[in-house]
Each structure stands twice: as C-alpha cells, then as structure tokens.
C-alpha cells in the first residue's frame, strides 16, 4: 500500500477505464485487496475520538464507526478486474471471481472442512469458522467464533471474542460504498437464526437471544424500567435482547408487528468465558 492509493481507488471508481490503461490504478486495488486479506486494512473503523455518538446523541449508543468508503470501492473493482475461473479445491470445484483465504494455518485459524473464508477478508488469530461463510471485506475478531451454517455477509466487522451461533446471519453491504456495515463489537453472543443487517450496531458484550431480527426499523425496546425507552439500529452494551412484538393499528386493523426486547443485563460478576450460559438461562433466554 502507498499514501496514494485512496487517489487512485478514487480515480478509478470514477473512471472504470483507468482500470484497462493504468497499472498503476489497477495495482491499488490489488494492494488494497491485499491489505485488507492482511488485515492492515478494514472497511470501518472505531473513531479516534470516542466521545462521539449516533446521530441522535443518545448516550446508551455503541460509538460508531468511520466508514472508508474508497476501501469499498475497491472491493467493487476488484470484481471488475478478476475474471471467472475454476478453482479445484479437493473433490470440490467452485467457478468464481474471487478466491479462498489461503495461508490460514500461518494465521492462527481454524477453518472446519465445508467453511468458506474468501479471499479480501480478515479472520484473527485465534478464530473458528465452522462450515459457515465469511464474505470479502468482512472483519472476524481474535478469538471469535463463526458457528455451523453462520455468514458473516461482506464488510461486516465481528470483534473479539463473539459467538455467532448456528444459523445466525449478518447481512453484508457494499453499495452504496458509504453505507455502514453492520458492526458486532467484542464480547457479544449472538444465539442461533438470528438476523442482524442493514448497518445495525451491536454494542459490546450483548447477548441477542435466538430468532431476534434486526434491521434499522425493527423497534429495540428497552422494558426494564417503568416507562418503555425505544432504540433503532443499534442494540446498547451488555444488553439482553430477546423477540418481542408490539401491537399497531392498520387500516385494516390491530396487528402485531414484530420488534426486539431488551428484558436486562448482563451482570458485571458473569464470567463471559464459561458462564455466559448461565447468565442466559438466568434471564429464560433461548439460544
């Protein structure tokens, strides 16, 4: 990677031509590529500034991340320039653009046979990927784990030390290039089906409890005062969350509508390592 390469990411995006006329733009998208299987690179970003919040200042909000949006634009033409090939990987044959992870064992990871880790992502030191996915320009922490038919969708950013169980799926998004990912910080579990897209935050050490939704209009309530407190896109720090539904009314009448529940937190005395299936229990959540 050079200083330059943002420039010539840029130049290209708005130029596709300079892609077939110039090495040099074609290799920043190459090392930017690179530098994002290496993990020096990422699509979003914790700010150097933490004080900073959502849009709407609500001091309960995850801090959010800077999007780069000319890392994601590379992405995109990357897939311009790669061309379909076969690709023979043991009795397996795949026909695509964009290849496997390789070097996985000099990386620390665990990849079970059946998983697909693409090239473009960074998976730590430390990680598991079951049979699940992890697309290109996606983000998996030290020590986190991708369970069985898990997707990590492109440009998601899963922290350190999160359990995404079976089933569970975080949407991906690359366009537009400043749209944000959707973001799991450290420490969350994530129980079994779950859905979170669309650029929702989850905030650290979270526990979203089986089958929950998430989307940037699914209404986050939080019922464990007096009075209901209404989050979106996000899903405060150490929250508890299970699925909910809310009535409305409809022209044709009273529905429900479903939405998330936040019922508690999670002690400041539970063990995240071993008895995170206790504190679950505790609060009837299923997993």
């Known amino acids: 990677m050079t200083t330059s390469d943002e420039a010539l990411v840029t130049a290209a995006w708005d130029d596709r031509a300079l892609l077939a006329s110039s090495e040099p733009h074609r290799d920043a998208v190459l090392r930017t590529l690179a530098g994002l299987d290496a993990g020096k690179l990422r699509v979003a970003s914790p700010p150097e500034d933490a004080s900073v919040r959502e849009a709407d200042l609500n001091p309960a909000a995850p801090t ?3 999007v780069h949006a000319w890392v994601k634009k590379a992405i995109l033409l990357y897939f311009a320039i790669r061309k379909m090939e076969v690709m023979d990987v043991g009795p397996y044959q795949f026909h695509d653009k964009i290849p496997l992870k390789k070097e996985l ?3 620390g990871v665990r990849v079970v046979p059946g998983a697909v880790v693409r090239y473009g992502s960074f998976v730590s030191k430390g ?6 996915f992890v697309n290109i320009g996606a983000r998996v922490g030290e020590g986190s784990m991708v369970d069985t038919w898990a997707t990590v ?3 998601a950013q899963v922290g350190r030390d999160v359990h995404l169980a079976g089933g569970v799926g975080i949407g991906g998004v690359l366009e537009p290039p400043a749209a944000r990912p959707v973001v799991i910080e450290d420490g ?3 129980g079994s089906r779950v859905v979170i897209v669309e650029g929702v935050h989850v905030g650290k050490e979270a526990v979203i409890g089986a089958g929950v939704v998430l989307t940037q209009s699914t209404a986050i309530v939080d019922v464990t005062g007096a009075e209901p407190v209404l989050h979106h896109g996000f899903v405060p ?3 508890v969350v299970i699925p909910g539904v809310r009535q409305k009314t409809f022209p044709a009448g009273e529905y429900g509508v479903p939405c998330a529940l936040i019922i508690g937190r999670r002690s400041e005395k539970t063990d995240k390592k071993v008895s995170l299936n206790d504190a679950l229990r505790d609060f009837g959540v299923p997993v």
């Not at 990680?127 to 699940?132: D, E, N, R, S």
């Open 64 to 66: 959010p991340y800077v």
């Open 105 to 107: 064992e000099a990386h």
């Open 127 to 132: 990680a598991i990927v079951m049979p699940g």
């Open 153 to 155: 969708g492109s440009c």
């Open 188 to 190: 969350v579990f994530v």
């Open 237 to 239: 720090e150490r929250s």
